[in-house]
């Protein structure tokens, strides 16, 4: 049986593994070829940020793919303002997503929460529900926007929040996703903090909890087609 693909449209090369890592993982080893896109280079917003620091990131990055087997398209990612994203061209993030939509042909979709408290991953989710809006014969069947602690969670005083109603059974896959974040062990946070392991750990928990299971990663469905 051919393999259907999945595209990851992320705004920082560590938000796909926060946000679906072990997602990933699971859906690595079933019928799916799943490809990833970033939009900045995710550090040279912060002060004191230099090349050095931006490839590290990027050698991260690579770790954290090869752990939970899924592809970044780099030559397909963008090149924007990291934290900044407000200030480009929404129509060529657009195009640059549309651009991959082409090549990639997903079946299934995975971005941001359009009201995290982070600005690129507004922009980023607005962008990709634009890039994939519906037309004749539209292959791609599910939009999935996931959570990312310190943005999703600190975003809760807006009118809309995020509210899970799709969830993965990640119990067999949390220790793959606890090795790709611990890839990206400068994005990692102290205890209590809801971006530090123990936190996104206790997140999983409570996800699984939540629907009877002991971990899970937990989405909102931004668009379902049922063909």
């Known amino acids: 049986m051919k393999k259907k693909n999945i595209l990851i449209v992320v705004a920082h090369r560590d938000d796909e593994t926060f946000g679906c890592g072990a997602t990933m993982a699971k859906l ?8 990833a896109i970033s939009m900045t280079d995710g550090v ?8 050095t620091k931006i490839k590290k990131r ?3 990055s690579i770790k954290a793919s090869n752990i939970l087997k899924f592809k970044w398209l780099n030559d397909y990612s963008g090149k924007f303002k990291d934290n900044n994203m407000d200030s480009e061209d929404l ?4 195009k640059l997503i549309e651009k991959t939509k082409k090549k990639i042909n997903p079946e299934i979709v995975f971005t941001h929460y359009p009201d995290d408290l ?3 991953h507004q922009i980023v989710a607005n962008a990709t529900m634009t890039a994939f809006r519906p037309k004749a014969k539209e292959k791609c069947k599910m939009i999935l926007s996931f959570e990312i602690p310190s943005s999703t969670d600190y975003a809760n005083f807006k009118k809309r929040i995020f509210k899970p109603n799709y969830h993965v059974n990640i119990e067999k896959y949390w220790a793959l996703k606890s090795k790709a974040l611990k890839a990206y062990k400068d994005e990692i946070m102290k205890y209590p903090n809801s971006r530090s392991l123990k936190g996104i750990e206790n997140l999983a928990k409570y996800r699984g909890n939540q629907v009877g299971f002991k971990m899970a990663e937990s989405f909102q469905i931004l668009r379902f087609l049922d063909k």
């Open 91 to 94: 129509l060529k993030i657009i």
């Open 58 to 60: 990027f050698k991260n």
């Open 118 to 120: 982070n600005i690129d």
């Open 44 to 51: 040279s917003a912060r002060p004191g940020i230099n090349n």
């Open 28 to 35: 690595s080893k079933q019928n799916y070829n799943i490809f």
